[in-house]
């Protein structure tokens, strides 16, 4: 019980204590994650033990922008016309390639299967259509995290697809090299700056290891945009230093953001934060605000930063990385408080999607 005690004292909300306890002569793995104590509040240690949804509940409501991203409608739309479109292309080029004997789809990021199964349909429709009729595609698709591992097998057997798709559990750049290689390839590596779920070294070590030379990938290029805005309501201006814990409330919001947290060095060691402006933003688009009596207003056309190609290995950025320096030129006057940025993702040809502000529905797991 000390060792149990200790661990549970020093561990966070979000993560989870392994720990083995000796029980009458036998030892016993305990595997404890933290949900909410609904009977009297706080935070309970629960064993997961042979029961695996408390570890999905947990992990769903810890990390809060995995609902609201399967409630994005346009994201899972244009993924399931750029997988149906990229099954049919790859289903051909295993068709005329008479070296292959099977359909081999990596989908990197399980989540909750849904990428996995929809290139499972659409290959089976796609080779439906030609001499290998009989032929059921073979999805792998891997997922570090255990909770949505679990999440994603439960989905896939409720949907009768487990026969086509395993699910395995592990980073894809771990594992080990397959003997016949992937002609297509699924990911949803993303987050609100594009690159920070490791998209690039993820595809990097895809195109090394595990695919085919001739295989399709879903998606295929992305693009940064950066405009610089002007607060006309000096809620950023009020900021005094990254190294001062301050606080900011936004029209009386009881919502308080402790800045301190965000900080970080742009050019020559210049101070500055990572703000969440769309919290306040919301749906306005500020990339065509030109109304100084609004609260945030454009300074400059928007300006491609940076893009990406994801379709062979030698148009990936290497693992030495780069840089670029970029000259924006002010189209109004006024005031630059802050840089606005957002990205844009080719899923594949003809099928863009974009978190700049007011092109979709408004919604919130991206944080722009």
């Not at 346009?74 to 295993?94: D, G, K, L, P, W």
């Not at 891997?142 to 439960?154: C, P, T, V």
């Not at 030698?314 to 006057?333: H, M, Q, V």
Request: charged share 25%; glycine share 6%.
């Amino acid at each position: 019980m000390e060792q149990i005690t200790k661990a549970v004292e020093t561990a966070g909300f979000n993560e989870s204590i392994v720990v083995s306890v000796e029980n009458e002569g036998a030892t016993q793995v305990l595997h404890l994650v933290a949900t909410i104590d609904e009977s009297n509040g706080g935070i309970e240690w629960k064993n997961v033990g042979s029961d695996p949804k408390i570890a999905i509940i947990r992990h769903c409501r810890t990390k809060k922008w995995i609902l609201p991203m399967l409630n994005d409608k346009t994201r899972n739309a244009m993924y399931e016309q750029a997988i149906q479109m990229a099954c049919e292309e790859a289903a051909s080029r295993v068709i005329n390639d008479k070296n292959l004997t099977s359909f081999k789809i990596l989908d990197i990021g399980s989540g909750s299967g849904l990428l996995a199964m929809l290139a499972s349909k659409y290959a089976t429709k796609a080779l439906s259509k030609t001499k290998m009729s009989s032929l059921i595609p073979d999805v792998l698709s891997l997922e570090m995290a255990s909770a949505m591992a679990e999440l994603a097998r439960r989905t896939v057997d409720s949907n009768h697809l487990s026969e086509s798709i395993i699910i395995q559990e592990g980073h894809s750049c771990e594992m080990t090299t397959p003997k016949e290689k992937a002609m297509l390839c699924t990911s949803e590596l993303l987050e609100s700056g594009l690159l920070g779920e490791g998209i690039i070294p993820s595809l990097r070590d895809a195109w090394k290891r595990h695919l085919h030379p001739n295989a399709v990938v879903v998606p295929q290029r992305a693009r940064v945009y950066a405009i610089l805005v002007e607060d006309n309501e000096n809620w950023i201006r009020r900021y005094l230093g990254p190294n001062r814990e301050t606080e900011l409330r936004y029209k009386g919001n009881k919502s308080i953001i402790r800045l301190s947290h965000h900080s970080v060095l742009m050019g020559d060691n210049v101070p500055g934060v990572l703000l969440p402006i769309h919290a306040p933003v919301e749906d306005s688009n500020v990339t065509n605000n030109d109304d100084k009596n609004s609260q945030y207003r454009a300074l400059s056309s928007p300006s491609e930063v940076f893009d990406f190609n994801f379709t062979s290995l030698d148009k990936i950025p290497s693992s030495d990385g780069r840089s670029r320096n970029l000259e924006i030129y002010p189209t109004s006057s006024g005031t630059v408080d802050a840089i606005l940025f957002w990205w844009e993702l080719d899923l594949t040809q003809g099928v863009t999607y974009s978190t700049k502000s007011g092109e979709q529905e408004w919604q919130d797991h991206w944080h722009q």
